[in-house]
Structure formats: structure tokens, C-alpha cells
């Protein structure tokens, strides 16, 4: 999938569409597997049907030396031996990719995914062995026609002995046009990520969360687009994607809110299009973001359980590829949106929340639905400044009504809130359970009758499969509730 292509800005309907492309993938490689396999046993079956059907009328069309003889040489001939390799890298590339090596070894998925080069390397030799042929001089001997040696009267007599010609390959016209937009991609992509970051801070949140601040210059990015990180300290050649969180945006910290802020960091906003400075959240999952924030933060760092720490060392050197779209940016061209965050899939919308403190008034949203589900108190810490800043914002401005804020925290073994004074919006919207979704998406249609209402998720897939079940079952007051996925794995 050429990333690129899918950055720019397009219609809803296209946009839902390109949301799919993993599935589209999905699909892709496994029609692949299934025809491959039928591919490999019709070939097998030729093997012997080549030997038991030795032609001695045409000798020049056998693979057998000679009637009888199973023609196994055939697969140490060219096509044998591509054939046999082809067949492995598909196997690798097919069973690394099940879910269960994805969450356990993800650098085994990552390694056996990208033998697709050699793949189609290999492809494009697979059929230059010849076993294949076809006849050139069909004219002066077409099918069925009689030998030059028959006596009786006819026409339909040959008038050359036939001759029989490789296939000349044609997968290279078939893969060609793809690998080199490919190509030509992979090259625009590196010469973009080729320019120099700088790491301005590292900052650890509660529950193993990573905040990073960088700059590099000439970036601009849009709410809810993702970049793509690479380390070469930890590996050269495996990427993995963020969503930007925070890219500065310079306002005094007592100006257009009028919140003061406990935290410095609150005033890094949304994407502008101007500003090179940008920031991710990353959940430490996994060995490389183990490594990767190893290298980022010092070992004697202290341990926090509300507050954040801040760390200023000289950091490792890696490259910032991007800024790609996603369907998160389309939350600005409804009228009304619901977005649904489980636990760290709640980065897409804080860039979307961010660009809210700034000025909300230009864009086509009238009202916004955040639900936000994680299963530890400390999780809603990573945005509870960003909520209570924007929150206080709307209702200076008398907008109380275009943010509704909903947060959940699924382990009922006793109630909690959050802790400050200046939290108290995020205590008096917090709930212990799991939200009810068919009641929730019914009260926000008797709200916003005869209307559009775009639904965003990112989380778990359980709450994923249940909002696009209930979006397509077709709610009451004529409210349409349009379903838009946001994942990366």
C-alpha cells in the first residue's frame, strides 16, 4: 500500500474506503495462499502426467527423457527450484502473520513481512526455465492436419513439421508498473525522512505511557495524522507508527482559555501548518518501544505515579518519516462526532481536542462526543490537563454543550476520582463499568435528530465490533451514524 497516496483529503465515502485497505490486504494474501496452492498441485499433477503421457510424435514437448520416467528433474530445473523457494517465503510470510506472532514477536512478523522483495525477485525468474511451450508455425501445421507422408487424398495435409517455442515471460508487464510505483515511493519517503530531529524532551506519564517532543523542520501535519519512527540504534530496518499528539502552538498560558494550566506541557497544541515542533505518545508494549525509551531516558530516572518527569540527556538518533492521513482527520467534517477511545487508542483524538483549544469556531463540528474506556485511573492523567483546560475554555465562551465528556473505567473494584482540584470536570464524568452502547448512541440520535453523526474508534476490538454493528443496524429518529475505523496493527 502506497502510504503517500492516502495522505491527501478526500470525500467521506472514499476516505471510509481507503480505511480498508488492510482488510483489502488481508484478503489479498490469502486469495494468494489459496490459488497458490491450487497453482502448486496442478503443477504436481503435471509432473506425471507428462511422464504417463510421453509423446514420441513430438518429442521437443516432453520433460521425460522417455516414456514412463517421472519427471521429478523438473524441479531442479528453474521453475523447480523459484518454485520451492516461492512457495516457502509464502509460507513464512503467511503463518508470521497470524495475530498470535504479531503480539508475541513482532520483529518476527516485521523481517518475514518484508521478504516480499525477494519474492517478486524471484517471481520474475520463475518462468524463464521453458518448461512451458507453445506452437510457432500453427498455420503450416494447424492442430488435427495430416502428415506429409499420407498418401490418400486430402487438404488437410501438413505442410511443415511443427515447432514449439518457450513462452516468453510476461510477469515482469503484470509487476512492474506496481513495484516501481512502489519504488518510487519507498525512494520519496526516505529522502523526506532523511531530515535531522531533534528530541526537545521525554516525558513519563503513569502506566508505562512515553511522551516524546521533537522538531524537525519544514514538518507540518494535520489533527489525527500519524508518523512512522525508525532507530536505527534499535533496528535498521523496522518502523512503527504514533500518532502525533502535540505540536507547539504558541499562546501565552493564560491567554484564550483563561485556565491556568498545573502543567507546563498544555501549552503544545494541535498541527497548525506552520510549527516543526511535534510530540507522540507511545505505550511500552513490546521489545522495541522497551528499547527504544531505554535509550531515551536515563536509568537513574525517578518513578511517578501522577506527575510527570521530564528528561534532558543526549538522546539516540532516528528518523521521523511522515506525517500520513487517517480517517480521524474526517472528525472535523461532520456537524456532530462520537469518538470512542480504549486506553492509549485515545492518541488519534488528542490532536483532534488540541486543535479545539485553538480556534474551534471555523470548523464545520458543532458538537463533540468523547468517550474514553481504560481499565486504570492513571491512564486519563495522559489528556486530564487537555480536557479540563478545554472544558473550562467552552464554558467561558458559553459552549458548555459542544463537548461532551464521558470516561469510563472498566475495573469496578472500587470507585475512584481523579485527584486535584483541577480535575474536578474529569471526577464528575467518571464512571465505573463499561458503557452501554446501544443506549448511548440512542440518546446522542434523540439528540441530534435527521443528522450525520460521524463515529470514530480506536481500542480493542470488542468495543470496535460493537459500535460498527450498531452504526449498520440502523438507529431510530433518523439520525445516521457513520462508522470510522482508526487502527495500526
Not at 504436481?44 to 520433460?63: C, G, T
Not at 514477536?105 to 524471484?122: A, D, P, Q, R
Not at 506496481?178 to 531530515?195: D, F, H, K, N, T
Not at 524532551?201 to 524537525?216: A, I, N, Y
Request: hydrophobic residues 40%.
Amino acid at each position: 500500500i502506497c502510504s503517500v497516496l492516502l495522505k491527501g483529503k478526500h470525500l467521506d465515502s472514499t476516505r471510509r474506503l481507503l480505511d480498508k485497505s488492510k482488510t483489502f490486504h488481508v484478503a489479498c494474501g490469502v486469495a494468494i495462499c489459496l490459488f497458490s496452492v491450487v497453482h502448486v498441485s496442478a503443477h504436481l499433477a503435471n509432473v506425471y502426467s507428462f511422464s504417463l503421457l510421453y509423446s514420441e510424435e513430438f518429442p521437443s514437448l516432453n520433460i521425460a527423457r522417455h516414456k514412463g520416467e517421472v519427471s521429478w528433474c523438473v524441479c531442479f530445473a528453474v521453475p523447480g527450484v523459484t518454485g520451492v523457494l516461492l512457495v516457502f517465503i509464502l509460507f513464512l510470510m503467511f503463518t508470521a502473520s497470524s495475530h498470535g506472532i504479531r503480539v508475541c514477536s513482532y520483529e518476527i512478523f516485521w523481517y518475514t513481512h518484508n521478504l516480499f522483495v525477494v519474492f517478486y525477485m524471484v517471481l520474475l525468474v520463475h518462468v524463464a526455465g521453458g518448461a512451458l511451450k507453445y506452437q510457432t508455425n500453427v498455420e503450416d501445421h494447424p492442430p488435427g492436419c495430416l502428415g506429409s507422408n499420407w498418401t490418400g487424398g486430402s487438404d488437410n495435409v501438413c505442410r511443415a513439421e511443427p515447432h514449439f517455442q518457450a513462452h516468453f515471460p510476461q510477469t515482469w508487464l503484470w509487476v512492474s508498473g506496481p513495484l516501481c510505483l512502489y519504488c518510487a515511493e519507498r525512494l520519496y519517503r526516505y529522502v523526506r525522512s532523511c531530515g535531522r530531529v531533534t528530541v526537545e524532551s521525554v516525558v513519563k506519564h503513569p502506566c508505562g505511557v512515553v511522551e516524546v517532543r521533537m522538531l524537525k523542520s519544514g514538518f507540518t501535519a494535520r489533527p489525527g495524522q500519524y508518523i512512522v519512527l525508525n532507530c536505527p540504534s534499535v533496528s535498521s530496518f523496522e518502523c512503527h507508527p504514533f500518532t502525533l499528539t502535540t505540536v507547539r502552538f504558541s499562546f501565552p498560558p493564560h491567554t484564550h482559555t483563561g485556565y491556568e494550566s498545573p502543567s507546563p506541557f498544555l501549552r503544545f497544541q494541535c498541527p497548525t501548518g506552520t510549527e516543526a515542533t511535534f510530540g507522540i505518545h507511545m505505550r511500552v508494549l513490546g521489545d522495541w518501544t522497551e528499547r527504544f525509551v531505554e535509550l531515551l531516558l536515563s536509568e537513574d530516572s525517578a518513578e511517578t505515579e501522577t506527575l510527570p518527569v521530564v528528561q534532558r540527556r543526549t538522546y539516540p538518533k532516528f528518523y521521523v518519516d511522515g506525517p500520513f492521513g487517517s480517517s480521524s482527520e474526517d472528525v472535523f467534517n461532520y456537524e456532530v462526532s462520537l469518538c470512542v477511545a480504549g486506553g492509549i487508542g485515545v492518541t488519534p483524538f488528542a490532536g483532534v481536542l488540541r486543535a479545539l483549544m485553538g480556534d474551534w469556531q471555523h470548523y464545520k463540528l458543532r458538537r463533540l462526543y468523547f468517550v474514553w474506556v481504560c481499565r486504570e485511573l492513571g491512564s486519563f492523567y495522559w489528556f486530564a490537563d487537555l480536557l479540563c483546560g478545554l472544558h473550562q475554555k467552552l464554558w467561558q465562551e458559553n459552549r458548555p454543550d459542544y463537548l461532551n465528556i464521558q470516561l469510563y473505567l472498566s475495573k469496578t473494584e472500587a470507585l475512584q476520582v481523579c485527584v486535584g482540584r483541577q480535575y474536578q470536570a474529569l471526577s464528575a464524568r467518571l464512571q465505573v463499568g463499561r458503557p452501554r452502547w446501544p443506549e448511548l448512541l440512542d440518546d446522542i440520535g434523540k439528540s441530534n435528530k435527521d443528522k450525520r453523526v460521524g463515529v470514530f474508534c480506536c481500542g480493542p476490538k470488542g468495543i470496535s465490533k460493537a459500535l460498527h454493528q450498531l452504526c449498520n443496524s440502523g438507529r431510530s429518529c433518523g439520525t445516521t451514524f457513520e462508522y470510522n475505523k482508526e487502527s495500526f496493527g
